[in-house]
């Protein structure tokens, strides 16, 4: 998405010779082919409390929606940052952890992360420095544990232990809304949660996998051999464009690695229960049955 300033030149009412210019600051987001997919006026007025020196606004989108209207001025010292949150439709702010503004160290260091929050770098001294991590709003109210919004749930279910291999057959991915395959692939790794060694024991593309529940499920059939080893860790990726959406034929992010992970039940060794016996020897015995076997 991208903000733009628009301008408008009027002549004053009383006064045909003043020129008054209105200010109107509006959102325009974009699919990735470059279509323009909505037009939206936002607030004539900016923030409150916003010094006059501000030259640039930046506007980023959040992963569980909305967008952050931000500023920065500087001085010999320190930054200072301006974040605002918007949801897609309303016109203010709406309220969250932080309050404007907020002074950060001499570089300006701000990041918004996958799982909807932020980490800010704050100002320094001469020995310390000090970040903070703070939530961002979860304006579409769903689950961000994948670390992307699209995603509803997934079978096994994230962080499932003591999975039996004998019934997994296949996984998979509903999404939140209906979707397509494409054609990115979908991997099945295996890794050592210690050493972080792993690997890869599957990799399907898309257009061998399945979708049904109303195209919004995605299933892949497991190998008999891909989860063979018990107990050990398991995590599943897939790549950007594994699927778009099927309205707007747009590419869906990916899930990264180490995110959906599980493991699978130890295999329990079973021995025969144990036996008690008696031999018994006796004098007259007939020996010539095995020396014949000399």
Same mark, same amino acid.
Request: contains cysteine; glycine residues 4%; charged residues 15%.
């Given at each position: 998405?991208?903000?733009?300033?628009?301008?408008?030149?009027?002549?004053?009412?009383?006064?045909?010779?003043? /020129?008054? $210019?209105?200010?109107?600051?509006?959102? *325009?987001?974009?699919?990735? =082919?470059?279509? !323009?997919?909505?037009? %939206?006026?936002?607030?004539?007025?900016?923030?409150?409390?916003?010094?006059?020196?501000?030259?640039?606004?930046?506007?980023?989108?959040?992963?569980?929606?909305?967008?952050?209207?931000?500023?920065?001025?500087?001085?010999?010292?320190?930054?200072?940052?301006?974040?605002?949150?918007?949801?897609?439709?309303?016109?203010?702010?709406?309220?969250?952890?932080?309050?404007?503004?907020?002074?950060?160290?001499?570089?300006?260091?701000?990041?918004?992360?996958?799982?909807?929050?932020?980490?800010?770098?704050?100002?320094?001294?001469?020995?310390?420095?000090?970040?903070? /991590?703070? $939530?961002?709003?979860?304006?579409?109210n *769903?689950?961000?544990?994948? =670390?992307?919004? !699209?995603?509803?749930? %997934?079978?096994?279910?994230?962080?499932?232990?003591?999975?039996?291999?004998?019934?997994?057959?296949?996984?998979?991915?509903?999404?939140?809304n209906?979707?397509?395959?494409?054609?990115?692939?979908?991997?099945?790794?295996?890794?050592?949660?210690?050493?972080?060694e792993?690997?890869?024991?599957?990799?399907?593309?898309?257009?061998?996998?399945?979708?049904?529940?109303?195209?919004?499920?995605?299933?892949?059939d497991?190998l008999?051999?891909?989860?063979?080893v018990?107990?050990?860790?398991?995590?599943?990726?897939?790549?950007?464009?594994?699927?778009?959406?099927?309205?707007?034929?747009?590419?869906?992010?990916?899930?990264?690695?180490?995110?959906?992970?599980?493991?699978?039940?130890?295999?329990?060794?079973?021995?025969?229960?144990?036996?008690?016996?008696?031999?018994?020897?006796?004098?007259?015995?007939d020996?010539?049955?095995?020396?014949?076997?000399?």
């Amino acid at each position: 998405m991208c903000t733009m300033t628009i301008i408008q030149s009027v002549q004053s009412e009383d006064n045909s010779d003043i /020129i008054i $210019d209105n200010i109107f600051y509006v959102k *325009v987001t974009f699919l990735s =082919s470059g279509s !323009a997919l909505g037009f %939206t006026t936002l607030n004539q007025n900016l923030p409150q409390g916003v010094p006059e020196n501000v030259e640039q606004w930046i506007i980023k989108p959040l992963p569980c929606g909305g967008y952050m209207l931000s500023a920065y001025t500087s001085n010999a010292t320190d930054v200072l940052f301006y974040g605002y949150i918007f949801n897609e439709t309303s016109q203010y702010s709406i309220p969250w952890e932080l309050s404007s503004p907020v002074h950060l160290n001499i570089a300006g260091v701000t990041t918004i992360l996958p799982n909807n929050s932020m980490i800010l770098a704050l100002n320094e001294t001469v020995d310390t420095w000090r970040l903070l /991590i703070v $939530d961002l709003p979860n304006l579409l109210n *769903v689950s961000y544990v994948y =670390s992307n919004p !699209a995603i509803d749930s %997934t079978y096994p279910s994230i962080n499932n232990s003591m999975l039996d291999t004998s019934s997994l057959l296949y996984l998979s991915v509903t999404f939140r809304n209906s979707v397509e395959l494409s054609s990115g692939k979908i991997s099945i790794y295996q890794f050592d949660p210690v050493t972080g060694e792993q690997n890869l024991r599957q990799s399907t593309p898309a257009s061998l996998c399945t979708i049904i529940n109303n195209d919004m499920t995605v299933n892949v059939d497991v190998l008999p051999s891909t989860f063979s080893v018990p107990g050990a860790s398991y995590y599943v990726m897939f790549d950007n464009n594994f699927v778009m959406n099927y309205a707007y034929k747009e590419p869906i992010i990916g899930l990264r690695d180490r995110i959906w992970t599980f493991s699978t039940a130890p295999k329990e060794d079973i021995f025969s229960a144990s036996a008690s016996g008696l031999l018994r020897l006796t004098v007259n015995v007939d020996c010539q049955p095995m020396e014949n076997l000399k």
